[in-house]
């Protein structure tokens, strides 16, 4: 299973970890100078729900925004 939600479609995207040293003018430095820039993803918090689908429980990838939303049926727990 992909780390993507199955309601919105929210996936990881990608940018940039900058590494940088010296200090900032602001502190009386001569300024901060990149001394890297690497590639990184940015994941979404997604959780594992039990959701009624069509009169079905599933287990699905959700993110926290649409949890957030209340636009799913929860499946309760049963003993």
Known sequence: MSR???ICGKKAITGSSI???GMAKKKGGVGKKT?????????PNL???RVVTNGKIKEILVCVKC?????????SRQS
């Open 19 to 21: 590494t940088r040293r």
């Open 4 to 6: 993507k939600c199955q």
């Open 67 to 75: 949890i957030r939303k209340g636009n799913l049926a929860f499946a």
């Open 35 to 43: 001394t890297g820039i690497t590639k990184r993803k940015f994941y």
């Open 47 to 49: 959780q594992t729900r």
